[in-house]
């Protein structure tokens, strides 16, 4: 009896395997026309999809007209949106494309799964009406990120000391290097917190709270944090919800290495 066991263990196990593809063949061709349509719809265009409604309840717009204009789309399965089921930390790979640069690849990871984005969502209406849900957009204008108005000259260690892990015993000239790299300005010369928009202010303080990743990500070509490096080859940008990163060399365990 016991030798006949393998056999029909291994007879089970072949016909969960012909299971799984003929569901997968049925999901498929439920699909059909939805996966044609996703070969041919760049979704970084879509601006619910990037979550720029949300704004100013967002991370940044400074790409949002790159998105807009198409120059960013995904790779060929990044395109298919049923397989968003498995990609549960929402990294892309995409390509952007520059008129006199070129199209080079890049990799594209929202701020968060999407329970984690939909937890910062309740936690800003909480903030701001003591109930999970509302209005976002009038939201923001109601809670501590929308303090700091135009007469507030400099981000201080005071107002964000102990929002996040960047923010942990910062220093002015920290924060002040955070304020011109949001702005995407250079280090040299001046720029002051007051010379950001109001919206740009709530997002600038809403990332330091909840995801500072693309501020990280921002500050500097080198930074020695701790025992821990960082070393940037390119730029990046954040937008809306999602943050696009290209060349990363190096980076600490809380952010992942890409090599692109």
């Known amino acids: 009896m016991l030798r006949f066991l393998p056999l029909k263990l291994g007879r089970l196990y072949r016909c969960l395997k012909l299971l799984l593809v003929v569901g997968l063949f ?3 061709l439920m699909n059909t026309h939805n996966l044609f349509a996703s070969f041919q719809k760049n979704e970084l265009t879509d601006r619910r999809f990037i979550n720029l409604n949300k704004c100013p309840a ?3 717009t400074s790409w949002c007209r790159k998105f807009m204009n198409g ?3 995904f790779e060929t399965w990044g395109r298919l949106r049923f397989l968003d089921v498995f990609n549960v930390k929402n990294v892309y790979f995409g390509q952007y494309g520059e008129p006199r640069e070129g199209t080079r690849r890049v990799v594209l990871k929202r701020l968060g799964s999407n329970q984690e984005l939909a937890d910062i969502d309740q936690k800003i209406c909480k903030r701001a009406t003591g109930r999970p849900r509302c209005d976002l957009i009038q939201a923001m204008y109601k809670t501590e990120f929308a303090r700091l108005n135009g007469d507030v000259r400099l981000l201080t260690p005071e107002v964000v000391e102990g929002w996040s892990d ?5 220093s002015q000239r920290l924060l002040d ?3 011109r790299r949001y702005a995407e300005t250079k280090d040299s010369g ?3 917190l007051k010379n950001l928009k109001d919206t740009e ?3 600038l303080l809403m990332t330091l709270a909840f995801n500072p990743e693309p501020l990280v990500l921002q500050v500097g070509t080198t930074w020695n944090y701790v025992k821990c490096q960082w070393v940037f080859n390119s730029y990046s940008r954040s937008g809306v919800g999602i943050c696009l990163t290209s060349h990363i060399i190096s980076c600490m365990d809380s952010l992942c290495a890409i090599s692109v």
């Open 166 to 170: 960047l923010v942990h015993c910062p």
């Open 58 to 60: 967002c991370f940044g």
């Open 190 to 192: 001046s720029f002051l």
């Open 201 to 203: 202010r709530m997002q």
């Open 177 to 179: 290097r955070v304020v």
């Open 26 to 28: 049925v999901i498929l």
């Open 71 to 73: 120059q960013v789309s």
